[in-house]
């Protein structure tokens, strides 16, 4: 079998925060590889360290014991190479839809060609006919794709998501879930996703990561061995799922790491 070097990784990763005059360990060393164009979905109960976890990835928190890597080089600070997009789109909302994607290269003075990436990563999301729309005018789903695509309009090497999708109704997020899977496919992006829906892992993600409640430590990892696009009513999906399911709340229940 060819061993591929992780693109992300973490090593004995421990993140710990001071509350209440107490300690609180967010991540326990965490141990995380990521291959090259692979996407790692992270699941696991309230407190169990996901978003930390990402914000280390993002170089927006620190690490007080182990390391965060890309490249096989330190994360220490934000980078664009690094994209993170949020559960809330946080838009301009003085601004248009494209102004809104080119926001980041504009800042940076990547002015060169900014037209056409904005209208080529429009149309990756399906939105190149909203352009000149305002954040206002917008669905909630639709604001999201404007997020996705403002995240790449900055050609990142890694897309860190936080929960992306997760204040959608029901029919935009199972839409979202099936759209985003087809730009990670597409783009060939290596790509963390947090998340709380099992179904959006298994639709998204090649491997699943789960935590357990604090401190955060990886309690199990499982491999999506499915063709894309993925059925969701497929059997091979629904036995993969009651495996998660049984994964998730066995780590819930301080179930030993494997």
């Not at 990784?9 to 291959?35: E, G, H």
């Not at 980041?104 to 060169?112: F, I, N």
């Amino acid at each position: 079998m060819t061993v591929i070097d992780p693109f992300v990784a973490l090593r004995a990763a421990t993140k710990r925060y001071r509350i209440a005059d107490r300690d609180v360990v967010a991540l326990d060393a965490v141990d995380l590889d990521v291959a090259p164009g692979e996407v790692v979905c992270v699941l696991g109960p309230s407190g169990s360290g996901k978003t930390t976890l990402l914000r280390v990835l993002a170089g927006l928190e620190t690490l007080d014991g182990g390391e965060a890597l890309q490249a096989g080089r330190p994360i220490r600070a934000p980078d664009r190479s690094r994209a993170l997009v949020f559960q809330d789109h946080a838009l301009f909302p003085w601004l248009t839809v494209a102004e809104n994607v080119a926001f980041g290269p504009r800042v940076r003075g990547a002015t060169a060609g900014l037209d056409r990436t904005v209208a080529r990563t429009l149309a990756l999301v399906g939105l190149d006919s909203f352009a000149d729309a305002l954040p206002r005018q917008l669905s909630g789903g639709m604001a999201q794709r404007v997020a996705i695509a403002r995240a790449l309009a900055n050609d990142p090497e890694v897309l860190l998501l936080d929960e992306p999708l997760a204040a959608l109704d029901v029919g935009t997020r199972l839409e979202l879930q099936d759209e985003l899977a087809r730009i990670l496919a597409e783009q060939r992006l290596t790509a963390v996703v947090v998340t709380h829906d099992f179904d959006e892992a298994l639709v998204l993600a090649d491997r699943i990561v789960i935590l357990s409640p604090s401190p955060g430590r990886v309690a199990r990892r499982l491999r999506v061995d499915l063709p894309r696009p993925r059925d969701r009513a497929s059997e091979a999906l629904l036995r993969l799922r009651a495996q998660l399911v049984t994964a998730v709340l066995g780590a819930s229940r301080g179930g030993k790491a494997a």
